[in-house]
């Protein structure tokens, strides 16, 4: 399919649009041809089985009969496709290992591929700590989502299961683009892609709340209120009442206390920042490929900010490890060996952490990591990838690699 002459929109109605002309919404008489196309569709990183097809979209007849059945299938919805050029059999839809699927080989676009692929995009880049491109690839991404996933095939299992998929991958796209760009004060923006998304699930309980505490942050207290009344209608249409127990009054003083607790927290992270900054100011770290050695005394200081900042954020565990080299036959290891391993043991360390991370050298042969808002299994990683990283080195033989970890 090559990019131009095959669209399918998926995310909302649907649609097969070729080379500019809708061909799915022309042909009278077709309605199982494009079930068969949407069945595939909703498999789109698999081949599947003869018999998965047969079974999920219940051909009532034996099974040599329902399989001569599927390949005319095929074969007409393949015709179809190929609609204004030369027929190909593979072109749209491949077989293999008994098995069928779409083919977009040679190009093509439907709108559940590029959804996908952009969220979870958006998710690594925002792991990486990327948040304004985490923020742009969101936004791309949450612009195919028109509404609920095939929503004209209510009845059908194999559309059901991917339709909440899809909703839910949404929704968390939403909210998390939503802190994000809330992050940076751009509250026009949270409010444009809220309102966007409550229109399309208006009755999903959290984003509308989203919306409700944008409005109080913009100053909007009047409408705020007016778009709450409005919600208690539209879920009265439901038998229930949005945000049961929440008097609005104290709603709107909560969300206030809320916004002003943020604002707090942010002033604080800024001032130890600062001080991190002055702390650090005029001292003459020794620095390996960028990542720097403190001192004793700045460590612990650093340590000592860090702890403070996640017990009040609530931000994750503070861990600090220990790195040192135990000799074996300490008496018999000259001065040259053990520097020469101690340097190694530093090169190593400096190899396997980020400029941004926080290392101490106390005395000749002994380093302290400091780890904020990490799992105690990403630790272990990195103390496992600096590991390796000395065994790399050839450094072995007369010494032990003694690491302790804890949590303060």
Known sequence: MNKVDMEVFSLGRFMVRKEGEVISEQSSGADKLWILFQYLLSHPFETVATER????????????????????????LRRLLARGEKYRTDRYISFSQGGYSLNWENGGWYDIGDFITGCERGDELLDRGERDRAVDRFLRSLELY??????????????????????????????????????????????????????????????????????????EKTRARRYYSFLVT??????????AGLDWDEYSAELEMRRAEKELARELERDEH????????????????????LSPDVFRDIMALEKRRSLREESGEVYIARLGLNFLGEGEAGEEEISEHNQNLKESIASSLRSCDIVCQCGRGAFFLLFSGL????????????????????AVGDFILNNSLRKI
């Open 53 to 76: 097809i047969i079974d999920d979209l219940d051909f009532e007849m034996e099974l040599v009969d329902a399989r001569n059945a599927l390949e005319n299938r095929i074969y007409r």
């Open 146 to 219: 028109q509404g609920d996933y095939l929503n004209s095939r209510y009845n059908l299992p194999w559309v059901v299961t991917r339709r909440v998929r899809y909703r839910q991958l949404y929704l968390d796209s939403v909210i998390k683009t939503a802190e994000l760009l809330g992050e940076k004060e751009e509250l026009g923006e949270v409010e444009r892609l809220l309102e966007r998304a409550t229109e399309i699930e208006p009755f999903q309980e959290d984003l509308q709340e989203l919306y409700l505490q944008t409005l109080i942050k913009k100053g």
């Open 234 to 243: 539209l879920f009265a249409q439901k038998g229930v009442k949005p945000f």
């Open 274 to 293: 600062a001080e991190i900054d002055e702390i650090l100011a005029g001292l003459e770290e020794e620095e390996i490929d960028d990542v720097k050695f």
């Open 375 to 394: 799992e105690l299994k990403q630790v272990e990683k990195v103390l496992s990838r600096i590991n390796g990283q000395i065994m790399e080195r050839g």
